[in-house]
């Protein structure tokens, strides 16, 4: 990764990741995830799941600077999570964040999926996107708790949940019931 930046108002341009990309993104989420502020992805993972992936890039005279990473997985027909966001450290709080968001619910919307989901620690930051904190213990998709059981900090966890509907996007009218899941044990 480049040196530290300081910018006003950057040029920020939001496109979907390529393989280049992987090992910016995994050291963007490492450097986040050493300090608690999210899970771990393995280089494997990220490569894997590079369709859904986007990258954020701020332009400059000397061309364009890697800036973010954000992911749109689908759960189900009526969800998908937003997921592996990270915006560049040295660089939070310029809307890089909000853009890598909305390009998820472009394309949330443009394959019809009716909600977004995210697991996160930044609450706030998802409340400006327009997402609700909901109480996972009640509320969530059945799908996302499935996902839960591959994660190391399943007992314990700790992140919170939030969800926004996307208005004018219906649920699919031939959607399939998902399997049940039992909600776990020793989630708070
Ligand atoms: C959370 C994160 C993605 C936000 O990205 P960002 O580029 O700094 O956010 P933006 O500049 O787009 O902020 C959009 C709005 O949210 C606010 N905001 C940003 N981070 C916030 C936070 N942690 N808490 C509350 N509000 C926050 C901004 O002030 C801004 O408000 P405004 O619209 O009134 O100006 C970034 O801080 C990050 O990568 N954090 C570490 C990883 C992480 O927490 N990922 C989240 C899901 S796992």
Not at 146 to 159: A, K, M, Q, T, Y
Request: proline fraction near 9%; glycine fraction near 8%.
């Amino acid at each position: 990764m480049s040196d530290s930046l300081t910018l006003d108002n950057p040029v920020i341009t939001v496109r979907p990741a390529d393989t280049e990309d992987v090992p910016l993104i995994f050291d963007n989420i490492s450097t986040w995830a050493a300090q608690g502020k999210m899970l771990v992805r393995p280089m494997q993972n990220i490569f894997e799941n590079m369709r859904d992936f986007y990258v954020a890039e701020i332009q400059t005279d000397d061309g364009p600077i890697f800036a973010g990473n954000g992911a749109l997985h689908i759960l189900w027909g009526d969800i998908a999570e937003v997921r592996g966001l990270a915006v560049r450290p040295d660089i939070v709080t310029k809307g890089i964040g909000k853009k890598l968001v909305e390009a998820c619910e472009l394309e949330a919307r443009r394959i019809g999926i009716p909600t977004l989901f995210a697991w996160t620690y930044s609450v706030g930051f998802f409340e400006k996107c327009g997402f609700k904190l909901i109480d996972k213990t009640k509320e969530l998709h059945p799908r996302v708790w499935s996902e839960c059981l591959r994660c190391p900090f399943f007992v314990g966890c700790n992140e919170n949940g939030v969800m926004k509907r996307l208005v004018g996007v219906p649920v699919p009218a031939n959607l399939p019931e998902p399997p049940p899941t039992q909600v776990p044990p020793g989630i708070r």
